[in-house]
């Protein structure tokens, strides 16, 4: 019987991307060009520090509005909407179970490299980082490396302006 360390490595696994335990992240679906992200490998699901949810429907489909404050000093980004793709419990760091609605969004490094990822909406105000990048969203495409920070590289000042924002 082969043991699973000793087998050899395929070709993806060298092409993974390496991520420290915090980096700094883009949401453009959302209006998001900088945001300080924990990279968690402990949490299954990605979490984005929200306020206001608004769970409605719009021609057949649930929806959800959102105001999002992220990015470098907290600005504020303005009502999002975006098309509710589940809503299931999540168990938080401290045990405590909540439904969480979930959405799709694009998520893209700053060296421009992106894919879709699902993320539930929540209040994350006393937590250091607005958002939290799951494994479910790392799988099969980056590594961590724990003892390193900021490995895609520091924010830039200006953000993206939100182009999908509802009027308010």
Excluded: Y
């Excluded at 019987?1 to 700094?24: D, N, Q």
């Excluded at 404050?69 to 179970?97: I, N, W, Y």
């Amino acid at each position: 019987m082969t043991s699973r360390a000793s087998k050899p490595r395929s070709k993806a696994s060298f092409s993974r991307i390496a991520l420290g335990w915090r980096e700094w992240l883009v949401l453009p679906e959302l209006g998001i060009g900088a945001i300080r992200a924990k990279v968690d490998t402990g949490a299954r699901s990605s979490s984005l520090h929200v306020r206001e949810q608004e769970v409605f429907e719009r021609d057949g489909r649930t929806m959800v509005r959102f105001l999002i404050e992220h990015g470098v000093d907290d600005a504020l980004s303005g009502h999002v909407e975006a098309e509710v793709a589940d809503q299931r419990d999540v168990t938080d760091s401290g045990g405590r179970k909540e439904k969480r609605v979930f959405i799709r969004t694009l998520l893209q490094l700053p060296g421009g490299q992106s894919w879709p990822i699902e993320i539930n909406l929540t209040e994350r105000r006393n937590m250091a980082f607005p958002m939290l990048l799951g494994r479910s969203a790392m799988r099969r495409r980056c590594w961590v490396n724990p003892g390193r920070s900021w490995l895609l590289g520091l924010a830039q000042r200006a953000l993206t302006p939100v182009t999908n924002a509802s009027p308010e």
